[in-house]
Structure formats: structure tokens, C-alpha cells
């Protein structure tokens, strides 16, 4: 079966997925990009979002090219899918990808409002699911056809379908900064008891690589 | 001038410098003991506090061995030195370690109830300090004769000096298991505005070792 996967997914020293004050301006929150210097210097990024040449090669590339492996589908947060809140007030906020977003396959959003689906270039087709995070899981996992499923965030997403034990495997990026404030992936949530344990660390100067699974 | 220090310290991938509920036969608190696991095989380890022959090398041993230079002081919160609580009911309980201690230098324990130093074979001499941390600081440094202070824990006398922004470097030791609950070293301080910064991380298959400093 499907699993349903976390990659790539950035952290700080201090367990924040992202800083304080999100706002339009400051989407990851502030310092929060910061987390993600790792992946932006990769060949892969750079390949898959800016189509420029050159970039990081190494474990840090291999990591980033392998969080797109065999993915049929992506569940995402409404806050990673765009800055809108509440109600939507027209079909206008079409994601922060522009016309070609680096999916290629059905993504399942996250809300408390519902939406038609909305067709984009290059086979990324955008759902607004709004019975939660199980009805999500089930029509991605139906949509994606025997491959994985990755949950992009942001971190309240992971912590909701932690808490409900649904995530198979998690790759977890830990930046060697300290945010200070955020909002953190460990706070009040008992892994261990969840039954999570790391199988393998990777470093690199731009981050530590924690391979991550739940026990059956 | 000499440092204040805290070297070796192990802490779970979710921040817990020691598991829930401690207990005389449980000190670190429960699996708390997974987080020393990468310290206990070193050669260092071994030789300092088992008398054993062997033990791992390399990058462990390395930061296992490297945790003991230039030392001229300790300071360590009361719970390290023992699990007698209140005032001391005599002088019968002389530390964790027998009666050679493995410090060699003066040891600065913190705790709210006097009591007259305490001198133990090979050079180590337990002094009783009743008037906190910055006290405990002065003496130490007093009587380190230049050579640097190290603060050997728990949590909760590391995230004092912390929050007072007396600490100069630390070496964290993330071992990759998850405690889920117990005592977090991050949870409700911010690194970052007390201007620590990670300036190092190298990774074995039983730590990452993360060094650290405060900024001038």
C-alpha cells in the first residue's frame, strides 16, 4: 500500500518547523528561511523551481532528490497553499507556484471551506478537501494509485496527522540554527510513545539528515 | 579569562536533557540512560570511570576525551550530586562516585541547605553553595586559577545559566532516539535572542554533536 510520507522537511537546533509572525512577507515566519538554506543550494531545487544550472551536489542534493520519489499525491496545510484565510473570496489565489507548480499530480489542500478543483499546468490538479485530515488521506490515497503520498506541512498539518499516527516515514532536516520561537514539531506531542524511531543521521554544514519511521 | 563551559551534554532528537520521572533507580529519568549511550562506549569513558580496557574511538571519543581539558572547577546542580532532597540529615551521602571522584578539581554544587566542604580522595573537594548560581560562578572561577569552569547539569542549572546568559560554549550531544517527555533544554528559552549560534555539527552512528557559543 500507499505510504504516506514526510521529506525534506526543515527544522531548527530547537524543534521549530518555522519562525514567529508569519505574515505575506514573511511566509516561513521570521528567521524561518533560514531553515531551508539546505535545500536551496541543491542542484535539485534549483533545477525543479528557479530552471537554473549548478547547485549542491552531495548528500544534501541526494536527500532533496529523493523527497520527489514515487509520489502519486500531496496533502498540504491551507497555509502552504497560500496566505488567504477564511472563506474564499474568489477563484483568484491560485497557489504561490504561478501557472506550472512543481507537483505534477492531484494535491490535496487542506480547509474549512470548500472550493472547486482547480486544473494547472503540467498535471498538478489542486483539491480543497474540507472533512480533515482522514478524508484527505483517503481520497489522495485513492487518487494516488499504489505510489506515496507526501505531506508537505506546515507543522499544525504534521502535528495533526503525527498525533493520529497515520505518517509511515518522516525525513527530517535539521538546520544547525536556533530560532528561538516558532512553532515546534516536539512540543507536547510524545513521539516515542507514538511509536517513532530514527533509523539512520546524515550531516552536512547545511543541516542534519534524521531518517525517521514508525515501528508497526 | 576562564569559561564556563558545558561539554558532553546529551539531550533526545526532541530536546530532553533527561527522561520523565526520576528516581533513585532511575536518574536520568526513564530511558533516560539511551541518551548517554554514545559516552558510555568510548575509550575515555571507560578508562575514567570503569577502570575498563577498549572502547570506541573516533569522533565520540574524541568530544568524550576533549570534555575533560583544561578544567579548574565544576559546578553541578544539586540533583547531580545526589538524590537527598531538603536539608542534609548528616554527611553520609558523599556523591554518586565513591571515594575518588572523577573531577580532581573543586566541585561547586548548588543547593538551598549549607553544609561544610567536603574533601575526597584525588583532589576533588565538594563545596556547598547556598547563594545561587552567579555565586557559585565567582567561586568557581576563583578557584579555577584561569583554567575554564564546567557546568556539569541537569537541565534545569543549564537553563538557569542559560536564561542569565553566563554560559560561554556548549557541546550538545543529540543522540537519535526520542524520549518523548522530560526535562526540554529548549522549551520556553530562546537561544537564538540570548545570542548562542551553532558554529560545528559531526555525526556518528551514536551522536550528533553540536558546538555552540554565545556571540559577544
Not at 52 to 76: M, Q, T, V
Not at 109 to 132: I, N, S, Y
Not at 133 to 142: F, G, M, N, S, V
Not at 170 to 190: K, N, Q, T, W
Request: hydrophobic share 35%.
Amino acid at each position: 500500500m500507499s505510504k504516506l510520507v514526510v521529506r525534506a522537511f526543515s527544522i531548527s537546533l530547537d524543534g521549530y518547523g518555522a519562525g514567529p509572525d508569519q505574515s505575506l512577507d514573511d511566509p516561513m515566519g521570521v528567521n524561518g528561511m533560514e531553515l531551508h538554506a539546505w535545500v536551496l543550494a541543491t542542484k535539485t531545487f534549483r533545477g525543479t523551481h528557479g530552471g537554473e544550472e549548478g547547485g549542491d551536489e552531495g548528500p544534501d542534493d541526494e536527500f532533496a532528490r529523493k523527497s520527489f520519489d514515487n509520489l502519486g499525491a500531496w496533502i498540504l496545510g491551507r497555509n502552504m497553499f497560500g496566505p488567504v484565510r477564511g472563506p474564499w473570496p474568489d477563484g483568484e489565489w491560485k497557489g504561490w507556484w504561478g501557472e506550472e507548480p512543481p507537483y505534477h499530480v492531484p494535491v490535496f489542500v487542506l480547509t474549512h471551506h470548500a472550493r472547486e478543483p482547480l486544473a494547472m499546468k503540467g498535471g498538478t490538479t489542486f483539491h480543497f478537501v474540507t472533512g480533515g485530515i482522514e478524508e484527505a488521506l483517503k481520497r489522495a490515497r485513492e487518487a494516488a494509485g499504489g505510489k506515496d503520498i507526501r505531506l508537505g506541512g506546515g507543522v499544525a498539518t504534521v502535528r495533526e496527522y503525527l498525533h493520529a499516527r497515520l505518517i509511515d516515514e518522516l525525513h527530517l532536516a535539521v538546520a544547525p540554527v536556533f530560532l528561538g520561537r516558532g512553532e515546534s514539531l516536539f512540543a507536547g506531542i510524545d513521539w516515542r510513545e507514538l511509536g517513532y524511531e530514527c533509523t539512520g543521521s546524515v550531516t552536512t554544514p547545511k543541516a542534519t539528515h534524521l531518517s525517521i519511521r514508525r515501528k508497526d
